[in-house]
C-alpha cells in the first residue's frame, strides 16, 4: 500500500524566504510523485512531477523538488518565497498502475508575510 | 484548451434528498477520475473512467453514490440519498491515455444539513 506524510499542516514564511514543505512517501514499488497546489477557490494544479528520471524536478513558478530514495522524501523548494504563493500545497504518490489512481497527503497550508 | 469544468460549484441540500453533480473533462481525454476531499482530510479517490468504461471504484463509499460517464464524454456523480457525512468537495479531474499528472476541475463544494 502507498500513503504519503506531510510533515506541518500549516507553514509561515516571510516573502522572499526559503520555501520547504516537507513530504516523505511509502511505496512499494518504484512511485510516480507530484505537487499539487491549490489557490482559493480553485482547483488543484499540478506543480511538478517525478517520474523516474532525473531526481531533481523543475516545476512552474519557480518550484522544484527532489527525490531521495534512502529517504523516501520529495520535499518542495523554492528558493524565494512571494505573497501570491501562499496557497495549500498537496504530496501525491501512485504507482501508476490502473491509471494513476493517486494518494494524496493531508496538505500543508502556505502563509507568506510581508 | 478548455480546461475541466464541473458544475454547480456550490450545492446545499437536505439529508435525504438526491443531488447531481457533473464534470466535463478537457475533450480527447480518456481518463477521468472522481476524488473527494472531507474537511480537513485527505482527498480520497472515488473512481476512475477510461471512457465511459469504470475502471476503478474501489472508493465509492457505498452505494448511494452512483457514477456514470455518458459516451466516454462527461461525467455526472449522483448521492441518493445524502446523508450528512457526504459533506465536502468533490474534484473532478482528467488526463490523456499515458500521460503522468491530472488536470483538476475547481471542484464541487456539497453540504447536506
Known amino acids: 500500500a502507498q500513503s504519503v506524510t506531510q510533515l506541518g499542516s500549516h507553514v509561515s514564511v516571510s516573502e522572499g524566504a526559503l520555501v520547504l514543505l516537507r513530504c516523505n512517501y511509502s511505496?512499494?514499488?518504484?512511485?510516480?510523485l507530484f505537487w499539487y497546489v491549490q489557490y482559493p477557490n480553485q482547483g488543484l494544479q499540478l506543480l511538478l512531477k517525478?517520474?523516474?528520471?532525473?531526481?531533481l524536478v523543475k516545476g512552474i513558478n519557480g518550484f522544484e523538488a527532489e527525490f531521495k530514495k534512502s529517504e523516501t522524501s520529495f520535499h518542495l523548494t523554492k528558493p524565494s518565497a512571494h505573497m501570491s504563493d501562499a496557497a495549500e500545497y498537496f504530496c501525491?504518490?501512485?504507482?501508476?498502475?490502473?491509471?494513476?489512481?493517486?494518494?494524496f497527503g493531508a496538505g500543508t497550508r502556505l502563509f507568506v508575510k510581508a | 484548451e478548455a480546461g475541466v469544468t464541473q458544475f454547480p460549484s456550490h450545492s446545499v441540500i437536505e439529508k435525504g434528498q438526491t443531488v447531481t453533480l457533473r464534470c466535463d473533462p478537457i475533450?480527447?481525454?480518456?481518463?477521468l477520475y472522481w476524488y473527494r476531499r472531507v474537511m480537513g482530510k485527505e482527498i480520497k479517490f472515488l473512481l476512475h473512467?477510461?471512457?465511459?468504461?469504470?475502471?476503478?471504484e474501489s472508493g465509492m463509499p457505498n452505494n448511494r453514490f452512483l457514477a456514470e460517464r455518458t459516451g466516454g464524454t462527461y461525467s455526472t456523480l449522483k448521492v441518493q440519498p445524502a446523508e450528512l457525512e457526504d459533506s465536502g468537495v468533490y474534484f473532478c479531474?482528467?488526463?490523456?491515455?499515458?500521460?503522468?499528472?491530472?488536470?483538476f476541475g475547481s471542484g464541487t463544494r456539497l453540504t447536506v444539513v
Open positions: 511505496s512499494s514499488v518504484p512511485p510516480y
Open positions: 473512467f477510461v471512457k465511459e468504461s469504470k475502471q476503478d
Open positions: 475533450s480527447g481525454h480518456d481518463n
Open positions: 501525491a504518490v501512485s504507482d501508476g498502475g490502473g491509471g494513476f489512481k493517486t494518494i
Open positions: 517525478y517520474t523516474s528520471a532525473a531526481t
Open positions: 479531474a482528467s488526463s490523456h491515455r499515458g500521460l503522468v499528472g491530472y488536470t
